[in-house]
């Protein structure tokens, strides 16, 4: 006889059967029909959370009436679809779809404009909801994030599984948004799984049959195979799982480099990262798409100044400085212009950041139009290594003390309430 095993996501009531006689049925103790089964459910613990359609859950959630209606969180009409709810899903809108396709597409739905601040405290109470289930957790944005359950059988009183259905239970009915899991014994595994059963899914991947699933997958079910590498992939005659195991692995790095290791071990189910608490916050940056596309220099840096404060004021808030200044740029036939300068000192200043970033904006527009800008900083750090006194520039600290005292008066009187000169336009 072979044993499968079934959990209820409701009650988690879990019990050992013959996978042979599993027809339709529900829970033996709460009669729900919301049923996992997998033979080797109580043996895996590697997973990744996800929530569906996270900004524009929260929107619906915040405004009732939505419920039913398609949403989409984005910009205007020249700005990018940040989230699509599901009933939007339907008429073909897509997250990162240009808002004019996606209205084109669904042009009865209701456009919100992102609201970052608060999809930030909403991926925070998430991510304390996650950390109860277990202390490896390693965020990839602020509503997804690997867990490692491994070890917490003990802690929690049930295998790591049940865990998982239960904070996703949490989370719905604390927070009010819907998240799906992806189980299996690695990261890249658990990763793929979490999109096969939105929303609101779970689905496993184990030892016995990730291979074989894999197998007739598309190559860009690969993590970190983006739009441009699949066509590169599929131009080479690579457009399954199958057809990359036949390659060889040094093969695979001649042709694609350090992305061509990965493609080798991940085809074959195979992933050694382990869930790294400690990567939470990488970078903090801040962007803009025009009405208009523009090319005029000092009309663009009327733009950066304000993300530069966007910027400045996230990581005070969030405790970090930065020491890597990254400017962003999108021309009007929507190609990216990336630059970077690397800063003597961390900094937490936004005068800093814009006197890094401007220089650069001026080398780079060289006459051409831009749809959109951006500001960035990596690199970060602690904010105490941040910001010295520069003695070859006597007037830095005066500078720190003018920034220093605005954002004390904004702390008291909202982020509108004082602007610096460059910021009147």
């Not at 004019?100 to 909403?122: G, H, Q, T, W």
């Not at 819907?178 to 799984?193: D, E, P, Q, R, V």
């Not at 007037?395 to 009147?424: H, P, Q």
Request: with cysteine.
């Amino acid at each position: 006889m072979t044993d499968t095993v079934q959990l209820c996501r409701d009650c988690l009531h879990i019990e050992r059967m013959d996978a042979n006689a599993l027809g339709p049925r529900r829970c033996p103790s709460c009669h729900g029909s919301r049923l996992i089964r997998h033979p080797e459910l109580m043996d895996l613990s590697i997973a990744h959370i996800d929530c569906d359609a996270f900004y524009a859950s929260v929107e619906k959630r915040d405004d009732p009436s939505l419920a039913d209606k398609p949403v989409i969180v984005g910009g205007g009409q020249r700005g990018v679809v940040s989230a699509a709810c599901y009933v939007a899903r339907i008429y073909g809108v897509r997250s990162a779809m240009p808002m004019f396709k996606a209205l084109k597409a669904c042009p009865d739905a209701v456009v919100i404009r992102p609201n970052m601040e608060k999809y930030s405290a909403v991926g925070r109470q998430i991510r304390a909801l996650m950390l109860d289930a277990t202390p490896l957790v390693e965020p990839l944005s602020i509503d997804e994030a690997f867990l490692d359950l491994s070890g917490t059988t003990r802690l929690h009183g049930r295998p790591p599984a049940a865990t998982l259905a239960h904070l996703v239970k949490r989370i719905e009915t604390e927070i009010g948004v819907s998240a799906s899991i992806g189980l299996s014994y690695n990261k890249s595994l658990a990763k793929i799984a979490s999109d096969l059963d939105k929303p609101r899914g779970f689905a496993v991947l184990g030892r016995a049959d990730a291979l074989s699933f894999l197998e007739e997958q598309p190559v860009g079910i690969i993590w970190g195979v983006g739009k441009s590498l699949r066509a590169k992939l599929e131009q080479d005659g690579l457009r399954t799982i199958r057809d990359l195991k036949k390659i060889d692995k040094f093969d695979l790095i001649a042709r694609y480099g350090a992305m061509g290791k990965r493609l080798y071990h991940f085809a074959r189910g195979e992933d050694d990262r382990g869930v790294q608490p400690d990567g939470e916050t990488k970078s903090i940056s801040a962007e803009t798409t025009f009405n208009a596309d523009l090319s005029d220099i000092q009309s663009l840096k009327e733009e950066l100044w304000p993300l530069c404060e966007k910027v400045a004021r996230r990581m005070k808030r969030q405790g970090f400085a930065g020491r890597s200044v990254h400017l962003k740029l999108k021309t009007a036939d929507f190609k990216t212009v990336t630059r970077s300068r690397t800063l003597p000192d961390p900094t937490q200043f936004a005068e800093v950041l814009y006197r890094t970033a401007a220089p650069i904006l001026e080398k780079t527009v060289e006459g051409r139009a831009f749809r959109l800008i951006g500001v960035g900083v990596a690199d970060l750090t602690d904010p105490v290594l941040a910001d010295p006194i520069d003695l070859a520039d006597p007037d830095s600290g005066k500078r720190a003390k003018v920034e220093r005292a605005i954002d004390a008066v904004r702390a008291k009187l909202g982020d509108g309430a004082l602007k610096k000169g460059r910021g009147w336009h």
